[in-house]
């Protein structure tokens, strides 16, 4: 408390005020630093501001992961297709017997499993140099060639999917003999779900339509999604008909 004199003999008291906040170099009042409320209002709107940014990059990054599963599925199939094809138009004959030929329209009874869904046919490879006049001297070379089928035991001892996918090709010499030393066994692809090798009884057959000359094939392949394993996410199927170039020579050609 300041005491103040003045005239009269009488005594005036005065308090000094109360400066509740420091006064700045140009006389008045200011603060430095913010509120927690203030802090943590910053920090909310930041975590949303971020949790929108990485909700925008995730689902970026596994739409880009989801289209590049799907193409090597597709590409897998295509493949697969463009192999067969190129083996089976070098292809002299088709087995009478198999892959089977059935009615149009019953063709999608057919399964995997089947006993009779296999591939055989034959190459020939000709040598003219050769005198055919000579005991057992053939013209050509063959290369008998087998696709099948291989997969996991199931539950009834029999083969089901994934599939693989075997060749097999037996060489023959000019004399018509078998060179069991020379086969080959190639796994062709694995991870197929489904792959069925048949052909058509059409008997408008001609060719400008598919007939017993056509091999169809039908393929499924499929991928799983990790996070949701009872799903086939990324599926692709294709049904395709291959016209043998060849041609059948005499009956004895036909013969093992």
């Known amino acids: ?22 006064l700045t170099a140009a006389g008045f009042t200011g603060r430095n630093g913010v509120t927690i409320i203030e802090l943590m209002f910053v920090i909310l709107i930041l975590s949303i501001l971020l949790s929108g940014v990485y909700r925008v990059f995730f689902q970026g990054q596994r739409q880009a992961l989801e289209i590049m599963d799907s193409h090597v599925v597709n590409d897998d199939v295509q493949r ?32 995997s499993d ?4 296999w591939l055989f046919f034959t190459k020939l490879q000709f040598d003219f140099t050769k005198d055919p006049n000579l005991p057992n001297q053939k013209i050509y070379t063959q290369q008998k060639v087998v696709y099948y089928l291989e997969g996991p035991k199931n539950v009834r001892g029999k083969d089901g999917p994934p599939w693989a996918l075997i060749r097999e090709m ?7 003999v078998v060179q069991t030393t020379k086969k080959e066994k190639v796994t ?35 991928r799983l999604d990790p996070k949701i394993p009872d799903s086939h996410k ?3 199927e294709i049904v395709t008909s291959i016209r043998l170039r060849g ?3 005499e009956g004895e050609v036909k013969a093992p």
């Open 234 to 236: 990324y599926r692709s």
């Open 1 to 22: 408390m300041i005491a103040t004199h003045l005239p009269a003999g009488k005594v005036y008291s005065r308090v000094p005020p109360v400066i509740s906040e420091p």
């Open 170 to 176: 037996t060489p023959w010499d000019d004399h018509g």
């Open 114 to 117: 089947d006993a009779n869904n």
């Open 80 to 111: 697969l297709v463009d192999r067969l094809t190129d083996d089976i138009r070098e292809a002299n004959y088709v087995d009478d017997n198999v892959p089977p030929v059935v009615a149009m329209g019953a063709e999608s009874s057919l399964k």
């Open 188 to 222: 062709i692809m694995e991870d197929i779900d489904e792959l069925i090798f048949y052909r058509l009884n059409n008997p408008a057959s001609s060719v400008d339509s598919p007939g017993t000359n056509n091999v169809f094939i039908r393929i499924v392949m499929k």
């Open 247 to 249: 041609s059948d020579l």
